[in-house]
């Protein structure tokens, strides 16, 4: 599972011109499941979102938590994170989990999540989305 995880002031998501979902201060949080992922994975990669220090302390020292700041949490499924680019002038997703399985491992993910009593926003999978971002720093990591 591939998360690229960016530090944010403010993001959403806009499907068919309405908003779907919408954080202030937290993490938005693309995810591109691969073929050999699973639930245990998800929860796996949920635990490290969760708690990898990306936020300043009182020092400006990124010492702090998604759980520490209690910040806002935007997971956005993106397959074409899962693509291979090493050879070659187009994407392969051979490595990228069916629809079907790649659903099924994000929507466990966030359900992991909203039971953590955070505030949790999500895309939607499959959709055509337009995502809104203000990365705070800006401060992007990816996460594998």
Same mark, same amino acid.
Request: aromatic share 4%; net charge negative; no cysteine.
């Given at each position: ?38 639930? %245990? /994975? !998800?929860?796996? #990669? ?6 990898? *220090?990306?936020? &300043? +302390? ?52 966030? %359900? /992991? !999540?909203?039971? #953590? ?6 895309? *939607?999978?499959? &959709? +055509? ?16």
């Amino acid at each position: 599972m591939i998360a690229l995880l960016q530090r944010v002031s403010e993001a959403s998501v806009v499907v068919d011109d309405a908003t779907i979902a919408a954080i202030g201060q937290g993490l938005l949080v693309l995810i591109g499941v691969q073929a050999e992922d699973d639930t %245990a /994975a !998800a929860h796996r #990669q949920l635990e490290r979102l969760l708690n990898y *220090r990306v936020f &300043a +302390d009182e020092d400006g020292k990124m010492n702090r938590s998604l759980r520490d700041v209690r910040g806002g949490l935007l997971l956005v499924p993106q397959f074409t994170l899962a693509a291979n680019t090493r050879k070659g002038r187009r994407p392969s997703f051979a490595s990228a989990a069916t629809p079907e399985h790649g659903e099924a491992v994000f929507s466990a993910m966030v %359900a /992991a !999540a909203r039971a #953590q009593t955070l505030q949790v926003e999500a895309g *939607r999978f499959g &959709a +055509d989305m337009q995502v809104h971002l203000i990365n705070d720093g800006p401060v992007t990591f990816i996460l594998d």
